[in-house]
């Protein structure tokens, strides 16, 4: 079964400066996909950033990159020159990629409080 | 171009009480999903649509949820006789078959208090 580990209920970080949030991942299955999504208090859960495990090169968006290591099963989310608009819940989620399975199993999620 | 979107945004009921939720995913989304989040949790999956077929329910989804996806565009989640544990926010998301990332956009949610 597939499972996801957030250990980071919360975190504070001061404007500017970069943040990793933690994740870790646990499945048997060989093909799967890791996504990161922002949820703000509005509830709207926003996709930020996606890592296949065949990918080769960590993944990048923006401000957004994704520190893949698969030895670890660690796919953690740093955020480059945080914001005062990052400041919202963080969850990790992943998809076994195999015939019929569509669903995402998500962490519990990481609250980021970006500090002027 | 429109997002997902959700009807009611927040509901109360009196527990016993049955209730609907509507999903509109965005309009060329072929897949249809509902979540159940609980306060400090994240999403749980319910059930999945590819057009108005119904290919995946969780174990979540009792006999007391029933959920349709009619002519494979909107989508409806009825609860039958709720309990207080049925309080939770109710997530709907969408994505398109085919491509290599398949992201789910998400709606706003509908919020259950039952009490």
């Known amino acids: 079964a597939q499972k996801i580990t957030q250990t980071q209920p919360g975190m504070f970080v001061q404007e500017k400066e970069a943040v990793t949030l933690d994740c870790t991942y646990d499945?048997?299955?060989?093909?799967?996909?890791l996504f990161w999504y922002k949820q703000p208090s509005s509830g709207e859960m926003i996709f930020l950033i996606y890592?296949?495990?065949?990918?080769?090169q960590n993944a990048t968006e923006g401000r957004y990159s994704l520190n893949f290591q698969k030895a670890r099963k660690s796919a953690n989310l740093v955020i480059s020159a945080s914001q005062l608009g990052d400041s919202a819940m963080y969850f990790c989620?992943?998809?076994?990629?195999?015939?019929?399975?569509?669903?995402?199993?998500f962490g519990t999620g990481t609250r980021l409080t970006i500090i002027p | 171009d429109t997002g997902v979107s959700q009807n009611p945004r927040h509901k109360i009921t009196k527990r016993g009480q049955n209730v609907t939720f509507r999903c509109d995913p965005i309009?060329?989304?072929?897949?249809l999903y509902w979540y159940r989040q609980t306060l400090g949790q994240g999403p749980e999956f319910l059930t999945y649509?590819?057009?108005?077929?119904?290919?995946?329910k969780s174990r979540l989804l009792s006999d007391r949820f029933s959920a349709e996806r009619p002519k494979g565009s909107f989508s409806t989640l009825e609860i039958q006789r709720t309990e207080q544990g049925d309080s939770a926010m109710y997530l709907c998301?969408?994505?398109?078959?085919?491509?290599?990332?398949?992201?789910?956009?998400f709606g706003p949610g509908t919020r259950l208090t039952v009490l």
């Open positions: 499945t048997s299955d060989q093909s799967y996909g």
């Open positions: 890592q296949g495990s065949y990918d080769e």
């Open positions: 309009s060329e989304h072929n897949r």
């Open positions: 989620a992943m998809r076994e990629i195999n015939f019929g399975n569509e669903k995402l199993t």
């Open positions: 998301a969408s994505s398109l078959r085919g491509g290599r990332v398949n992201e789910q956009f």
């Open positions: 649509f590819q057009n108005e077929a119904q290919l995946e």
